[in-house]
């Protein structure tokens, strides 16, 4: 027997905001996130911005000698999962065999990598630390929340590039409703703002080369010219809602569906045409309940790279019809800039929080609309508006697709 799954805890740390409370402020106040890269000298480089988390202590969420052995992207992982494990009130109300963790990245330990990699070369390799494959593997986020909360059940990264932290939730989701298990912490983490993932990115061409911060990240604005390359996690408590009930648990909203696709064209490019992404998206709303689109938010992918946004607009069309002019949408990438394996779990909070607030985030930046990119993307400023669904996007290198689906709960 199917099971209903709810939303019971959130968690984040972003480049607008180290708290749910502090990031929804700033992202319906069209706050940037966006700025000169402080975390190596990129004299170099020919990209020298990007979307950094400011201001965040690990040392709040963990021991500071696990903060000694763990990488940057497990420590935001860990902020983001304690914030949610909190704000549920599930710590202690659970079995630990019916209860597990799915927590994406894409890259997992790259900062460690090179860190290691560059002693390696400069002092040979006596100097490599004990720690450091287990700060690098991209599993670890996972394993280590597991740890942290004596979660017994399955504990599994999803590694698909930009789609990582949706798939995660989307399969969490799927144990849950299946019967695997009971309780779920699921997200996703990255933390790429480093000397050689920068490079790579550049010598991609998928960089926005511009110095001007203000018009960097500009999702379906004719002007876009790369995305902005960001760091972040977000993190959700779900549980079934017999599970949730019977323990008095506040409800954010339903898990309402899940669709995951491969375009299976390209390493890098998305199909132009969208098809396999369309498919997630339709799977997402079906399962949903196939909502009216005019009580619809899409958190859309919405990278400010030439294809996807054009790619996702066609999607989008594909599943909608006429009715896609209806769809109240909007990418926060503009903010926050991509957060890669950590956009898809901090954009499914955004989904959640903009259903249950009734305020559309903007898309701030869109003052020059691509023409072929002709939905609602809510330009500029947030407005008020009554959703019954959310859905939110994420398009992955490969070719992954995912979407993700939310309705209010009743």
Not at 130 to 146: D, E, K, L, Q, V
Not at 177 to 204: N, Q, W
Not at 358 to 383: F, V
Request: charged residues 20%; contains cysteine.
């Amino acid at each position: 027997m199917e099971r209903k799954v709810v939303v019971t805890g959130l968690g984040v740390i972003t480049p607008v905001g180290n708290d749910v409370k502090t990031f929804w402020k700033n992202i319906t106040d069209g706050v940037l996130g966006i700025g000169p890269i402080t975390r190596f000298d990129t004299t170099d480089y020919a990209v020298k911005i990007g979307a950094e988390v400011k201001d965040f202590d690990p040392k709040q969420y963990m021991d500071k000698n696990d903060v000694r052995k763990s990488d940057h992207n497990v420590h935001m992982a860990m902020g983001a999962a304690v914030q949610a494990v909190e704000d549920s009130g599930i710590e202690g109300h659970f079995d630990p065999e019916r209860a597990g963790v799915y927590f994406g990245s894409g890259i997992g330990g790259i900062e460690t990598f090179e860190d290691t990699f560059t002693k390696l070369l400069n002092k040979g390799p006596r100097f490599v630390s004990p720690y450091f494959i287990p700060m690098m593997i991209p599993n670890m986020a996972a394993g280590t929340i597991a740890i942290r909360y004596g979660m017994q059940g399955p504990a599994l990264p999803a590694v698909s590039a930009c789609a990582s932290g949706t798939n995660a939730m989307g399969e969490a989701y799927r144990a849950i409703k299946h019967g695997y298990c009971d309780v779920m912490i699921t997200g996703g983490t990255e933390a790429a703002l480093t000397r050689s993932s920068v490079a790579g990115f550049i010598k991609m061409q998928a960089l926005n080369m511009t110095d001007d911060v203000e018009r960097a990240s500009l999702p379906f604005n004719k002007d876009r010219g790369g995305f902005v390359i960001g760091e972040g996690a977000g993190a959700l408590v779900l549980e079934s809602e017999e599970h949730a009930k019977a323990r008095g648990a506040k409800i954010y909203a339903e898990f309402s569906g899940y669709g995951s696709t491969c375009d299976a064209y390209h390493m890098t490019a998305p199909d132009p045409e969208g098809k396999a992404g369309a498919a997630a998206i339709r799977n997402a709303w079906i399962e949903s309940g196939s909502i009216d689109a005019s009580k619809i938010y899409v958190n859309a992918h919405g990278t400010g790279t030439p294809l996807n946004d054009v790619c996702e607009t066609k999607a989008l069309k594909q599943v909608f019809g006429d009715d896609a002019y209806k769809l109240m949408i909007s990418s926060t990438k503009s903010m926050t800039g991509h957060m890669l394996g950590g956009t898809g779990a901090v954009e499914g909070i955004a989904s959640i929080l903009a259903m249950n607030e009734g305020i559309i985030p903007p898309t701030i930046g869109l003052d020059n609309p691509d023409p072929e990119c002709d939905l609602d993307y809510t330009p500029l400023k947030a407005r008020k508006a009554e959703v019954e669904c959310a859905l939110s996007t994420s398009l992955g290198f490969g070719g992954h697709n995912a979407c993700v689906g939310f309705k209010k709960y009743r």
